[in-house]
């Protein structure tokens, strides 16, 4: 365990009765970046935090925060703070004594108090808001404050539950970003839980996929949607269509239609049979092309910036993202033409 590992969970097993929902899981997240766990419902992501947290005892394994075995720790005396889907905020107190509850409780006195609260407003964009309640600000105010609340303790770990899921889509937006922004700006090691994959993305350092207790691939945003290593990942991490295919010396070949794929070698597969997996953006349809990129044109949505299309091409649906100036809504066949940025590989299951 290097210095910079500053959340540490080893070979950590969480069973409730016969049922594990935590299998052996090893996970690291380095001082001062942002990891999000994300997965659909049940497949354990809540769980982990709750055992950062202290708010669950682990069946088995050890749980380290900045060099510190925490496994038997209370929450009191692990220094993280957590960031609620509900906000928990006590509508009887003014917006200043929500912020500085904590503080109070760990004994600081009136005039530092005063002091941190106003710098935590401050940074959540919510200065002068010290002597209102929480019936007189909205939904994405009463999230920022619950994040003051929590900064204002200069936690070691903060951890976000689901911290976006009761806002409307544009302050999900202007969340995340603040959230994000003061993350990084204040260098907090952070874990974040959430099942929606755009969230996921825009707050995170790298993204960790859990499904059935088990984590599937850790890596970067970008790495998880290009280069998924599972067909579970490929049919999780947005959409894609997947069919049959060969490889041979970099060249990949679907419904007999081959096509030069540069960076093939990532992949790690030996030539020969494989999976090719096509992102909706990775497909161009034109009037002109072989026999083999022909398709027919099942149905086309108009959705502003581009078609959703679904094309049968030999003998399978695929998705396709058409730009509004390059598709004819009233064509019936078009002519597959794929670009490698969206386009991966994954072996023959």
Known sequence: ???????????????????VVIDNLDLTIKRGTMVTLLGPSGCGKTTVLRLVAGLESPTSGQIFIDGEDVTKSSIQNRDICIVFQSYALFPHMSIGDNVGYGLRMQGVNAEERKQRVKEALELVDLAGFEDRFVDQISGGQQQRVALARALVLKPKVLLFDEPLSNLDANLRRSMREKIRELQQRLGITSLYVTHDQTEAFAVSDEVIVMHKGKIMQKAPAKELYLRPNSLFLANFMGESSIFAGTLSQGNVNVNGYQFPLANAEQFGLADGECLVGIRP???????TGEASQQCQIKSAVYMGNHWEIVAEWGGKDLLVNGKPEDFDPNAQQAYVHLSEQGVFLLAKE
């Open 281 to 287: 953006e990775a497909v161009s349809l034109k009037n």
């Open 1 to 19: 365990m290097s210095s910079n590992d500053f959340l540490v969970l080893k070979n950590i097993t969480k069973a409730f009765g016969k049922s």
